[in-house]
Each structure stands twice: as structure tokens, then as C-alpha cells.
């Protein structure tokens, strides 16, 4: 399929997809006339890449896990404790904003309460 193609199928942009080819994520195959053809194995590719990007995983990472995912036997059990301390770290900054919250909430009630 064509990058126009893989656009329309992953809400992805051209740059984007050019981009993750440029990054080794993804792979195209040239046509005689130049045009990149991806196959169709590529549109799931990017939406895993996408749903990624989102959870707020680096290029760099994502490059390491997608092998993973489909059965390499590459360094999957670093990454695995890696991922592991990303989402650690994620759990404790939104128990810090959620104490953060609590806390102006706290000083509004006392301080800007209306009778």
C-alpha cells in the first residue's frame, strides 16, 4: 500500500510514517517508480506505535519493544524491567499529584470558602 494508504488506515501523518521508517521502526519497499509500498502488516505496526508514543514511551524504547512483541529473543527481559520501572515512576508522580491535589483543595475549602 501506499503512504497516502497507510495515512487514511492509521491516522498517522506521511511525516510521521517517513519518520518511523527513517527510525527503523517500520520498513516500505520501493516500487519502479519511486513510491514507497508498505505491506499490510505495516497498519498495525503504527497503531502499536502510536498507542506507545501516547503512554509517553520514547522512539528509542519503542524500537527495543516491537522485536519483543513479535517473539525476538533480543534483550526482552531488560526491557521488561525497564518498562516495569517506567510505569513505577508513573504511579508515584500521579500519587504525588493527587496529594498535591488534595492539599489546594484542602486550601481553598479554608481559604476561600463562601458562607
Do not use: W
Request: proline residues 2%.
Amino acid at each position: 500500500m501506499q503512504i497516502s494508504e497507510l495515512c487514511r488506515a492509521t491516522g498517522a501523518s506521511a511525516r510521521s510514517l517517513r519518520y518511523y521508517e527513517q527510525q527503523g521502526l517500520i520498513e516500505s519497499r520501493r516500487r519502479v517508480n519511486g513510491y514507497r509500498d508498505f505491506g499490510p502488516e505495516t497498519i498495525e505496526t503504527v497503531r502499536r506505535i502510536k498507542a506507545l508514543l501516547a503512554v509517553g514511551l520514547t522512539l528509542d524504547t519503542i524500537r527495543e519493544l516491537l522485536p519483543c512483541e513479535e517473539g525476538s529473543t533480543g534483550d526482552c527481559d531488560a526491557l521488561s524491567v525497564k518498562l516495569a520501572e517506567l510505569r513505577d515512576s508513573h504511579a508515584r508522580q500521579a500519587a504525588a499529584l493527587e496529594r498535591a491535589s488534595r492539599a489546594i483543595e484542602g486550601y481553598l475549602v479554608a481559604n476561600f470558602a463562601r458562607a
